[in-house]
Nanobody, 119 residues
Framework: QVQLVESGGGLVQPGGSLRLSCAAS????????TAWYRQAPGKQRELVAS???????NYVDSVKGRFTISRDNAKNTVSLQMNSLKPDDTAVYYC?????????????WGQGTQITVSS
């Protein structure tokens, strides 16, 4: 079994910063791409940022220059540093991991963590 545990969510004022982390544990042979998604109330889940095993990153336009995704391959963690947060960033954030569990490649989702940007 594989588990993804997210941490770092909470309430922050506009302009503030937060850092999300996602730790994968369990039967993991290899991790390929990892990503962060978010879903705001009444909206579809959207891809926020992704990073490949080689470190290539991609961001949705609305967070470019403000968010930074990173990963630690040795610790099986992926993080999202979020700066200059705006009320529109309010959402539940999910990590998403493509990994090999010793038998096959598959995808896993974290449990989600709430980010609220409000004064």
């Amino acid at each position: 079994q594989v588990q993804l545990v997210e941490s770092g969510g909470g309430l922050v004022q506009p302009g503030g910063s937060l850092r999300l982390s996602c730790a994968a544990s369990g039967r993991i042979s290899r991790i390929n791409a990892t990503a962060w998604y978010r879903q705001a109330p009444g909206k579809q889940r959207e891809l926020v940022a992704s990073i490949t095993s080689e470190g290539n990153t991609n961001y949705v336009d609305s967070v470019k220059g403000r968010f930074t995704i990173s990963r630690d391959n040795a610790k099986n963690t992926v993080s999202l540093q979020m700066n200059s947060l705006k009320p529109d960033d309010t959402a539940v954030y999910y990590c998403h991991v493509h990994l090999h569990n010793g038998g096959y490649w598959t995808y896993y989702w974290g449990q989600g963590t709430q980010i609220t940007v409000s004064s």
